[in-house]
C-alpha cells in the first residue's frame, strides 16, 4: 500500500477483505508516520517512498497517493515486471501524461477505483436505463454538494491545490464523468463549463493557485441527450449525491444525504403518472461505506492478477476520464475568453 491517508483508511482494511490476501508493506514520503501506521493497522513492513516499497518481492501494488505524485509512482510500478497495479482515480495532474502511460502498462493487470459501480443502488438504475423503464432518456441532471474537512478547516494541501490536481473536478468530478458514460454510453462532447475556486482563494497561501472548488458543467451523450452537472467542495448546502434521470416513461432518483458518501444511497423510480414503481435502499455497511464498494472492485482486481487477465475498470478508463476533465478545463477556459 502507497498512502497513509485514503490508502491506510480504506485500501488497507479493503484488501484485508478479500482472501488470501496478505498486506504485506504500506509507504508515506515520512517514515515516522509509515511506522506509526504500520504498527497501528498490523503491517509488518514500513517503507519511506514508493521506491523502498517497490524494492519487496510484491505481486500487487495499491496507489493512493495526490494525483502529481501518483503520475511518477504508476512510471516506477510499471518498471517492475509483471506487478499488478490498483490506483486510485485521477490517475495523474496532466491528461498528457497520464496518456503517456498507456504505453508503459502493456501485460499487466490494472485496476481504477471508480468505486461507485460497486453499488446496488447505482446498478440497479443503470439496468432500469439498460431495460428502458424510462423510455427514452429525456435529461439527467446530477447534485454533489460537500462541505469538506478542507473547505471547513480552511487547510490548504494538495486537495485544495490546483497544481497537485486537486479540486472538486478531479476528486469527484471525476467519478460523474465515469459513471455518464457507464450508464449512458459516451459522452460526444462537452458543452458548456465553468470552474469556480473563490472559497478555496480565501485560504490559498501566496505563489499558490487555488483549485476548483466548484464546477458547473453541460454535457452531450449519445442520442442529443443533455447532462447538466454542478459539483462542489465547499457547499455548506451539503451533504448531497442526486441523479435525476428523466425518460418519456417516467423518473428515477438515486439519492444520498448522509455524511458517508458511498453509503446511504436510495432509488426510486416513478412513472409519467407519479406512481411509485421501484424504491431501493443500499444495504447498510457496518463501517465506512468506501470499504465495502472498493473491496468489492479489489476482489475482481485480485481475481483477474492471479488469472494475469484485465480487470475493468482499468486503465482505458482512468485515461479516458482524464481527458474528459481536460475537455471540461478546456471549455471553461474557452468560455472565460469569450466572456
Not at 71 to 87: I, K, R
Not at 144 to 160: E, P
Request: with cysteine; glycine share 8%; aromatic share 6%.
Amino acid at each position: 500500500m502507497a498512502g497513509l491517508g485514503f490508502g491506510a483508511g480504506v485500501h488497507v482494511p479493503a484488501f484485508r477483505a478479500v482472501p488470501g490476501v496478505e498486506v504485506v508493506a504500506i509507504a508515506g514520503r515520512d517514515r515516522a508516520r509509515a511506522e506509526e501506521a504500520a504498527a497501528r493497522l498490523d503491517i509488518p513492513c514500513a517503507c519511506a517512498g514508493l521506491d523502498e516499497l517497490l524494492d519487496r518481492e510484491l505481486d500487487a501494488v495499491s496507489l493512493a497517493l495526490p494525483p502529481a505524485a501518483n503520475e511518477s509512482a504508476l512510471v516506477s510500478a510499471f518498471g517492475v515486471s509483471g506487478l499488478a497495479v490498483f490506483s486510485e482515480k485521477p490517475l495523474g495532474a496532466s491528461a498528457e501524461r497520464v496518456q503517456a502511460l498507456a504505453a508503459r502498462s502493456a501485460g499487466r493487470t490494472i485496476a481504477v477505483d471508480f468505486e461507485f459501480t460497486e453499488l446496488a443502488t447505482f446498478r440497479e438504475l443503470k439496468r432500469c436505463i439498460d431495460e428502458r423503464s424510462l423510455g427514452r432518456i429525456v435529461s439527467v441532471e446530477v447534485e454533489w454538494l460537500t462541505h469538506s474537512w478542507a473547505q471547513r478547516s480552511r487547510s490548504f494541501s494538495w486537495k485544495t491545490d490546483a497544481e497537485q490536481g486537486g479540486g472538486a473536478l478531479a476528486l469527484l468530478g471525476s467519478h460523474v464523468l465515469y459513471l455518464a458514460e457507464w450508464m449512458f454510453g459516451p459522452i460526444e462532447r462537452v458543452a458548456t463549463a465553468v470552474l469556480e475556486s473563490e472559497a478555496t482563494g480565501r485560504f490559498t497561501p501566496p505563489g499558490r493557485r487555488a483549485a476548483p472548488d466548484t464546477v458547473t458543467f453541460s454535457l452531450m451523450l449519445h442520442g442529443d441527450v443533455p447532462l447538466r452537472a454542478l459539483v462542489s467542495n465547499a457547499s455548506p448546502a451539503g451533504p448531497l449525491h442526486r441523479w435525476t434521470v428523466v425518460g418519456e416513461g417516467g423518473k428515477a432518483v438515486l439519492e444520498n444525504r448522509s455524511t458517508d458518501y458511498v453509503a446511504g444511497f436510495r432509488l426510486t423510480q416513478h412513472d409519467e403518472a407519479g406512481n411509485l414503481l421501484r424504491a431501493i435502499t443500499e444495504p447498510a455497511k457496518a463501517a465506512d461505506g468506501r470499504i465495502a464498494a472498493v473491496a468489492a472492485l479489489a476482489a475482481r482486481f485480485v481475481a483477474a492478477a492471479r488469472a494475469g487477465e484485465a480487470c475493468r475498470p482499468g486503465l482505458d478508463a482512468g485515461v479516458r476520464v482524464q481527458d474528459l476533465m481536460a475537455a471540461v478545463v478546456d471549455c471553461a477556459a474557452l468560455e472565460r475568453a469569450v466572456r
